[in-house]
């Protein structure tokens, strides 16, 4: 087999990267976890009860205020993001048609030409028809040496529909963040991701976004899920890679005595127009421009627009 130079490239970054001290990526094609879609709790694991307080003072506004500790009962969660295997799983067993499929397309992002990007605001978003789960980048594009990635144009929807077949949920915003702060409350949660000597501990951007991405994380674009070591609880990938839904709605900061609209939350689901919460920012995200690699951060997405940047998460609760 003939290797061109760029392929050998990678390779030599791949293994500087996975020689630097991090955990090493599987590199396998989207194995399902033990026990899929048989037994209750495959692939995921038990995080425990406890306080958490959610937001932080040193974030985006929608951040603060750092509130009151809660309490989250223990649940189950899914070691990682959802690959494209699992996904494929379950669009074989129930013949799920996306909501990107019925729509002719998704937003998927593109490092736009710096004309582009003079031209038009937020010029590495384009609605590329035909893109869908199955063709992230379009229909040109498809899965092989992506299964073992995170499943991305999917809508909240979908997210529910793969969870309920499993008779799970989506998190809560509260579970999540008790999930990724794993106990801590300490500054280093708002920091970049990165060990003691800098390097990166998650699949996000280094370099200036949207024109240069430096990978020094191993990775521009998506990586296979797993690959960054786990948090103190057995958690993969909840900073990084992929944004996860979240089931809640955003109804704005984090402020106890806002009156906010209470209508919003009358199914604890989405109501037509309104938006929902994602977490733990993804592979976009940047120190430069989306610092939104940290637990405590939030954004508001439109629940039925499937992008190439966001995924999700199953948890049970017992
Ligand atoms: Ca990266």
Redesign the pocket.
Known sequence: MKLSLGWFMAGVAALMWMGSGQAACRADLGELPKGFAKQAHAGQVLVPAGWVRLGTEDGYPDERPAAEPVHVKAFWMDRTEVTNAQFAAFVKATGHVTDAEKQGGGAVFEVPTPDALRERPLAWWRFVSGANWRHPKGPDSDLRGHWAEPVVLVTQADALAYAHWLGRDLPTEAEWEHAAKAGRDDRRLDAAPTDPRGQ?TA????GSFPLN?L???????L?PVGCYAANRWGLHDLI?NAWEWTRDVHTGPHQSHANGDPSLLRTGLAKQGARVVIKGGS?LCSPDYCVRYRASAREAQEPDLATSHVGFRTVSRP
């Open positions: 990166p699949n996000y951007w280094q991405d990978a020094q994380d191993g990775f521009a674009g990586a990084g592979f």
